[in-house]
């Protein structure tokens, strides 16, 4: 059996090209929400795009493309969203930064749950496990950085260590809660609890535990 090739062919470079691959990939996620990854056809896509799968085929050689192509647009989303809520924090308090990092975590997934678990689901298959490990990389160099300023006050010696724990942690609820536990997702008590763990890790037992605020 040979190998499926999941990269795209090549990107588009102008506006009606761009306008064509992003209608493809959005047409994708429809019909993964609505069929599952296993009845995802190219021709399916290219029908609910409005194109041609002679079009589709110019840019993506397979389905395991299409997919690929989502898994790194929202690993890539994942990223920015919890850089951006760490840049807003206030970064003299190492709560606030770990409030921040926990609601960002959860909030990037309460987008699409459902899409989100087809994506990781399918990420062995489209080739991606080296992408999504280099995204957790990315997001505990993030805690890192933030966390490096208050050392002195964390409980954790090695900062490093104690962001790769924290990013773990809150990944491995996220993924169980997507996979197995959906409703939990949007739920208020999730967030207040990922960060009472967190929080209790990182500052010690005696960490403050404030009810989540509203929004």
Known sequence: ???????????????????????????????LLDRGYDGLTTIAVAARAGVSVGSLYQYFPSKEALVATLVERHAAALVA??????????????????????????????????????????????????????TSRK????????????????????????????????????????VERPELIGAAQLEAEATALALAYLLGPDAPRRPRRSR
């Open 1 to 31: 059996m040979g190998t499926v090739e999941t990269n795209p062919r090549r990107a588009p470079r102008q506006e009606r090209s761009r306008a064509t691959v992003e209608a493809i990939l959005e047409a994708t996620i429809r019909v």
């Open 81 to 134: 969203c919890v850089e951006g809520a760490l840049s807003a924090a206030e970064p003299a308090d190492p709560e606030a930064v770990v409030r921040a990092f926990v609601r960002a975590g959860l909030d990037a997934h309460r987008i699409s749950p459902a899409l989100h678990k087809i994506l990781v689901e399918q990420v062995p298959r489209v080739g991606r496990l080296a992408e999504v490990m280099e």
């Open 139 to 178: 997001l505990a160099a993030l805690l890192e950085r933030y966390l490096a300023p208050h050392r002195a006050r964390l409980a954790v010696p090695d900062v490093r260590v104690a962001a790769f724990v924290v990013e773990t942690a809150v990944e491995a609820l996220t993924h169980r809660a997507v």
